[in-house]
């Protein structure tokens, strides 16, 4: 299976920038694109970022230009970078990797379990 540790997060002001980082490891033939979900409290869980096998990115509207998703030359972690951030931002930040684990296999998603970032007024 394939294994995702989410690193980074903590508390900072208004403003503040943060830094999350999500290595993936098992037995992986190939992962096709890695992001960034996030969950307030009483909300669902919602797309924050992706970025693909290719480096292409996608941001959702309201972090664009705020942050920034990078994938390592590896194509195994994935990074967050998170400036300016609101209070609004405050959720749990859950790594997710679109995998197969074998080259006839079928794609699956799978999920870190998920670090607090939260950002105080």
């Known amino acids: 299976q394939v294994q995702l540790v989410e690193s980074g997060g903590g508390l900072v002001q208004s403003g503040g920038s943060l830094s999350l980082s999500c290595t993936a490891s098992g037995s992986i033939f190939t992962i096709i694109a890695m992001g960034w979900y996030r969950q307030a409290p009483g909300k669902e869980r919602e797309l924050v970022a992706t970025v693909d096998s290719g480096h292409a990115t996608y941001y959702a509207d309201s972090v664009k230009g705020r942050f920034t998703i990078s994938r390592g030359d590896t194509k195994d972690t994935v990074s967050l970078q998170m400036n300016s951030l609101k209070p609004e931002d405050t959720a749990v930040y859950y790594c997710?990797?679109?995998?197969?684990?074998?080259?006839?296999?079928?794609?699956?998603?799978?999920w870190g379990q998920g670090t607090q970032v939260t950002v105080s007024a």
């Open positions: 997710n990797a679109y995998a197969y684990l074998t080259v006839a296999g079928t794609g699956s998603d799978y």
